[in-house]
């Protein structure tokens, strides 16, 4: 069965420390993909990157990147010199396509970032 | 802001009422997805809809149903709830049905059952 984990629940950095958050996840499809959102204090969902399974490029978008590695099944996300703006709970998901032409997304735990000044 | 619009922001109700929940997606999508938030089971994925038709269906309970009309909005509809259904719930357009389309969230429905 498909499955998302982020084991940190909880993290907390100091303002300008680089911070990691790891995501493994778990699908027997070949085809698939691998998101992550940001849900700040204000409670909406925020869409941050979006990974095929195809490619393996690693990305960067101003002070975040990602690190996608299939052979370790994991899409990592790493905020360099993180702000307080920064602090939220950050989520990990994973579509799994259905034969019905929709899909399935998956989510993690979530991992409540906080960026202290 | 995502475009995505959704109605009521907060709900109160009792245990054993229905209630219904209102999703408007971006304009020009015409995919539309329920979730469920709530502390227990974390952010979990109920149904999606695509130009009105039902196309994966998640962890829905039979109590719950939704649909999507002609004109792309979609409603939520809970029945006889139980304390266990208080929650932010969800909803999420896309320009397509697959799994690359991005999704955009509205801001979600918190319901509180009492």
């Known amino acids: 069965a498909q499955k998302v984990t982020q084991a940190q629940t909880e993290i907390s950095v100091v303002e300008k420390e680089d911070v990691t958050l790891d995501c493994v996840y778990e699908?027997?499809?070949?085809?698939?993909?691998l998101f992550w959102y940001k849900q700040p204090p204000s409670g909406e969902l925020v869409f941050l990157i979006r990974?095929?399974?195809?490619?393996?490029q690693n990305e960067i978008s101003g002070r975040y990147s990602w690190n996608f590695q299939k052979s370790t099944s994991s899409f990592n996300f790493t905020i360099t010199a993180s702000q307080v703006v920064d602090s939220a709970v950050y989520f990990c998901a994973l579509s799994e396509i259905k034969n019905t032409g929709g899909f399935k997304t998956i989510f993690g735990a979530g991992t409540r970032l906080f960026v202290k000044a | 802001d995502s475009g995505v619009t959704q109605t009521p922001k907060h709900l109160i109700t009792a245990t054993g009422q229905r209630v219904t929940l209102r999703c408007s997606p971006r304009?020009?999508?015409?995919?539309v997805y329920w979730y469920q938030q709530s502390l227990d089971q974390g952010l979990q994925f109920l149904i999606q809809y695509y130009n009105g038709e039902e196309r994966a269906k998640g962890n829905i309970l039979e109590r719950f149903s939704a649909q999507q009309f002609p004109d792309l909005h979609s409603e939520l509809n809970l029945s006889s709830l139980e304390l266990g259904d208080s929650a932010l719930y969800f909803c999420?357009?896309?320009?397509?049905?697959?799994?690359?389309?991005?999704?955009?969230f509205g801001p979600g429905t918190r319901l509180t059952v009492l």
């Open positions: 999420a357009s896309s320009v397509g049905a697959s799994g690359r389309d991005t999704q955009y």
């Open positions: 990974r095929n399974s195809f490619d393996e």
């Open positions: 699908t027997r499809d070949t085809t698939y993909y």
């Open positions: 304009s020009g999508d015409l995919s």
